[in-house]
């Protein structure tokens, strides 16, 4: 039987999925200083409520309550051969800002070379007519710190006396647990799933035992770190647990991380920024190589509305 890599441009010889770099990293700042000045109705998002990469961005923008500062417009949750599409529909919509039908279209005004994947977010310069940047990491810290006058908003998820700590445990979590799902899924040998799908556990019980005594993952006050692990934990159960073959556990099943996870969806305005029907039927009808009948589960049924019972940590 032949084995289909789902990008098989991001697959090593031994079986084990290597993401691609983001293509584009110019930066927006406060002072203009990098030739992308902040400022209101300049930049439009482009994102999916189906991607993890994307929400972290859609979270950050809302936590700084930046949505009358940056628009957004949402593609369609199921991805073909011709990438992510702008269509009418539930939650998702047709591009009315360039009018284009496909994200590829923003990456070739940019970049007409351009031939690797086209990812979501994205960053549009409506005044240049370019993407400025299609990387998560980067906009989280963008939304974070340069648009601090246009909003009202005291937050700091990247505060100065945490930095080494936050870049050190964010890298931790990237490699086992937000690609280390993805490792485990799109693997295509045996060895590279068991070894992504044992460090992911191995990693996933070490955040539980340091929940254990802290609210957050550095004390009383959420920062970034503590959304790009969100991310990941609120889809867990509904895909990565089935889709992606990461069964050991679930989320549920840990006494710190699901109530943790309920913690941060219980924050002011995140839980209208997940969205369970596109998160599923992104995943199980686009990777049609991992589940080609592309039937969507009804499940699980979660309640993510209970208490935390987190109050009393620090």
């Given at each position: 039987m032949e084995i289909r890599a789902q990008f098989p441009g991001e697959q090593s010889p031994v079986g084990e999925f290597t993401r691609q770099p983001d293509a584009f990293r110019k930066w927006v700042t406060a002072d203009g200083s990098s030739g992308y000045p902040a400022a209101a109705g300049r930049y439009h998002l482009y994102v999916s409520w189906a991607c993890p990469w994307a929400h972290r961005t859609i979270i950050v923008r809302k936590l700084k309550k930046l949505e009358d500062v940056v628009g957004m417009t949402v593609v369609?949750?199921?991805?073909?051969?011709?990438?992510w599409a702008f269509r009418e529909g539930s939650e998702h919509s047709l591009d009315r800002i360039n009018g284009f039908q496909f994200l590829r279209e923003a990456y070739e005004a940019t970049d007409p070379r351009y031939?690797?994947?086209?990812?979501?977010?994205?960053?549009?310069?409506c005044a240049t007519k370019r993407?400025?940047?299609?990387?998560?990491d980067d906009l989280m810290r963008i939304f974070n710190g340069e648009f601090n006058?246009?909003?009202?908003?005291?937050?700091?998820?990247?505060?100065?006396g945490l930095r080494q700590e936050i870049d050190e445990l964010n890298t931790f979590i990237y490699e086992n647990v937000n690609d280390g799902v993805y490792r485990a899924g799109f693997a295509t040998s045996q060895h590279a799933y068991e070894r992504a799908a044992r460090r992911l556990f191995a990693a996933l019980d070490q955040l539980d035992a340091r929940l254990a005594t802290r609210r957050y993952l550095?004390?009383?006050?959420?920062v970034e770190t503590d959304w790009r692990l969100f991310v990941?934990?609120?889809?867990?159960?509904?895909?990565?647990?089935?889709?992606?073959?990461?069964?050991?556990?679930?989320?549920?099943?840990?006494?710190?991380?699901f109530g943790y996870l309920k913690d941060l969806y219980q924050t002011d305005?995140?839980?209208?920024?997940?969205?369970?029907?596109?998160?599923?039927?992104?995943?199980y009808v686009t990777h049609d190589g991992i589940n080609p009948t592309r039937i969507v589960p009804l499940g699980p049924d979660q309640d993510l509305s209970t208490p935390p019972g987190r109050g009393h940590l620090a």
């Open positions: 369609d949750p199921i991805r073909d051969e011709r990438g031939i690797g994947r086209m990812t979501v977010p994205v960053l549009w310069d993407i400025v940047t299609n990387s998560d006058r246009f909003t009202q908003s005291p937050i700091d998820l990247y505060p100065d550095f004390g009383p006050e959420s990941t934990l609120v889809r867990f159960d509904a895909v990565y647990h089935g889709h992606f073959k990461c069964n050991v556990r679930r989320i549920i099943d840990y006494p710190n991380l305005g995140i839980a209208e920024t997940v969205n369970f029907d596109h998160i599923k039927r992104h995943y």
